[in-house]
């Protein structure tokens, strides 16, 4: 099914997104890499303020390349990283935040998974290499923070898109895992 969807969106609805779905997203996100990943856990952990509030936002494993363009930034590349770097803190993240959804480039492990089914949450695969053209969909970057600690690609980007996909449901609130069953398919046929 293709879903036209428009940010913030009802975890209710989340739920009901299928392995196959293909998503096309207009509202603000927050990228993170690993890196972040892990400093979000530990201000968790240690009580300590976020600068920024991921409550409720889709978290997408992705490092911006961006250029200061007068008093703002423009992004000039907005593509997929690995996500399985933030396998470890991803179950935390999602409990503590209530995040509704990932989105980013080639699955995550169990413990991914089993967050994403009890947060009744997705995982969206967007297309590698995509980077030019994931940028045309940033109508504005809302916000940065930790560049100066942790450089361009590793800061958390909170970006408002317009029209960002397709992107492919590949894990979803029912506990099906795309990236297992293709895994497992390829196997069977060694």
């Known amino acids: 099914m293709k879903r036209q969807i428009h940010l913030p969106v009802a975890q209710a609805d989340v ?26 856990v530990a201000a968790a952990e240690s009580g300590a303020p976020l600068p920024f509030d991921p409550t409720g936002l889709p978290i ?15 992004i000039m590349g907005l593509g997929p ?3 399985v770097r933030m396998d470890a803190s991803t179950p935390a993240i999602m409990a503590r935040y209530a995040t509704p959804f990932l989105i980013g480039k080639g699955g995550m492990g169990a413990a991914t998974r089993q967050a994403i089914v009890a947060r009744r949450a997705a995982y969206l695969a967007a297309g590698g290499g995509t980077g030019a053209l994931g940028a045309k969909a940033v109508e504005r970057v809302l916000d940065v923070h930790w560049l100066l600690e942790m450089g361009m690609p590793d800061a958390v ?21 795309l990236h297992d069953e293709i895994a497992s398919a390829a196997m069977r046929r060694l």
């Open 15 to 40: 739920a009901q997104w299928r392995v196959g779905d293909v998503i096309t997203l207009s509202g603000v996100v927050l990228t993170a890499r690993d890196l972040a990943h892990r400093r979000i």
């Open 60 to 74: 997408f494993h992705c490092g911006p390349l961006a250029r200061r363009d007068g008093d703002s930034w423009a």
């Open 81 to 83: 990283t690995t996500s």
């Open 157 to 177: 980007w909170i970006l408002q898109l317009r029209d960002y996909g397709p992107l492919v449901v590949t894990m979803d609130a029912t506990g099906r895992d």
